[in-house]
Every structure is written in C-alpha cells, then in structure tokens.
C-alpha cells in the first residue's frame, strides 16, 4: 500500500536566530518526514536542542570550516542507510550539503539538502558557484547510473526564468538572474530532472520563497523563488503536491514543501 510522505526546506538564514525567535515550533503539528534546513551559521554543537520538540529518528548537520558560515542540517523519520557531506562536490569544506540515501517503496533514493552557494560577492565566488553547480550534477548523475533516484531540496541561490522573480529587467545583470546561472539550472532540468513547483503549479506568478529585508520587500511580495525541490523523471509520477509556505515568518526565507506517494 503507498505512503505519502511530506518534505520541508527552510533556508533559516541563522537556525541560533530562529530559535530565540521560536520560529520553528511549527514543525510539531506539521507531521513531516524530512525536514532539510540551510544557512545554520552554526557548528554541529551549536544547534539548538530547542527548535522544536518533535524528536526525529535520524538527525545529521554539516559546519562550515569558517565558523558563522553556511552550514546545513537534516531531520528525517526515514530509516537512513548511509549519510555524508559530499565533498567532492563541497570542495571547500563550506558546511553545504547533507546526502542520505533511503529506500521508499521499491525506489532507492539519494536525497540533498543543499546550500549552493551565492555569487553576489566577487567574480571569483560566482566562478566557484558555477563549479560546485556542475560538479553538484555529475555527482547526481553518477548516483543515478548507480540506480538511485534523485531528491534534491535547498537554496539554489538562482531564480529561473522571469515568472520566478519580480523584477527581472532590474535584476539581469545581479548574480541570482544572471543568464550564465539561469542556464545551468536549464541544462540540470534537460538531464531529467523535475522542478516540482512547476510540475504541479504549472506557470502561477507572483510566488517567491526570498525577499530582501530591505524596502518592505516582503510585505510588498517583492521575492525571488530561489528555493526548490527537484526529483528525477523516474519519481515524476509519484509527486502529489509541492508549494511555497509562504505565511510563516523567522528569515528572509520561508519554507518549501513536497509530498510524494510511492
């Protein structure tokens, strides 16, 4: 008999700050499966044990080499078969991603939550985000020759295409639109992978899951989507739903959520 299970993302911008701010306290009413968080700027040991009450069966986080930085952490109800940071992908050891790998159904999943990194500082980190993009796909490409099926959920750090952002003229030549970014997650959906929000949402505007903390941008739902959940063609049908949390507050993120049925 299928099971539907529920995953969340949060890009939580300081899990510490979101905590003092009991943001994530809605997770014990929530009934999820997995919960993926980014941006901890937190050491393993520096998570707090008060986020939330809910007590998940697997825990996992990655940290940063630079301490305040990064840094990603997993919550999972699934029984986890193997778990690391990927670092032939996270080559300088930024705290940016958390790969396990669980079974559902008959599907042998590779599951991500990842923090891609920003570009918006120097050439030289928009050249590294175009590296850990490419290496990030032949990593998951390599999994799925192995067999695995693909869920990757996070901050991509890049809006898409102009229904993704609220200012597309005004932000074409800002790292998070740049053409160069915008085809690469092109080239990563033409090697079989699904942008669920768009799967089941088909073209609806005006749905962000990031807005500046400056000029009211929020409240005036002047956003960027450049939050997702991908899956691979082969788990397509298996989608039930996938949105945009976009009324609970603690970040200049909010949640993103998808539900599959296998």
């Not at 993302?9 to 919960?35: M, P, Y």
């Not at 807005?211 to 002047?222: D, G, K, L, P, Q």
């Amino acid at each position: 008999m299928a099971k539907r299970y529920k995953f969340i993302s949060w890009n939580v911008n300081g899990i510490r700050a979101v905590d003092k701010k009991e943001a994530l306290k809605w997770v014990d009413e929530a009934n999820i499966d997995l919960l993926g968080v980014q941006e901890t700027k937190s050491q393993k040991s520096q998570i707090p044990k008060s986020i939330f009450n809910k007590e998940f069966s697997f825990t996992t986080a990655s940290e940063s080499k630079i301490k305040g930085r990064s840094g990603t952490a997993l919550f999972c109800d699934i029984t986890i078969t193997f778990e690391c940071t990927c670092p032939t992908v996270d080559i300088l050891d930024e705290g940016r991603i958390n790969e396990v790998h669980f079974s559902l159904g008959e599907k042998n999943i590779a599951f991500f939550n990842v923090y891609f990194p920003n570009g918006q500082s120097s050439q030289e980190r928009l050249d590294y985000k175009m590296v850990f993009y490419d290496k990030f796909l032949e990593h998951c490409e390599n999994l799925k020759k192995d067999g695995k099926s693909i869920i990757v959920c996070g901050d991509v750090n890049t809006a898409h295409t102009e229904i993704d952002i609220a200012r597309p003229k005004a932000n074409e030549n800002t790292s998070g639109f740049l053409q160069i970014e915008r085809d690469w997650i092109t080239k990563f959906l033409d090697f079989g992978y699904i942008d669920t929000f768009r799967l089941i949402n088909g073209d609806i505007k005006d749905k962000y899951s990031w807005w500046s903390y400056r000029a009211n941008a929020r409240a005036n739902n002047v956003g960027w989507r450049i939050d997702y959940f991908y899956v691979s063609e082969d788990l397509k049908d298996f989608v039930k739903d996938a949105y945009i949390l976009d009324s609970i507050e603690g970040s200049d993120h909010c949640p993103i959520g998808l539900e599959i049925e296998i």
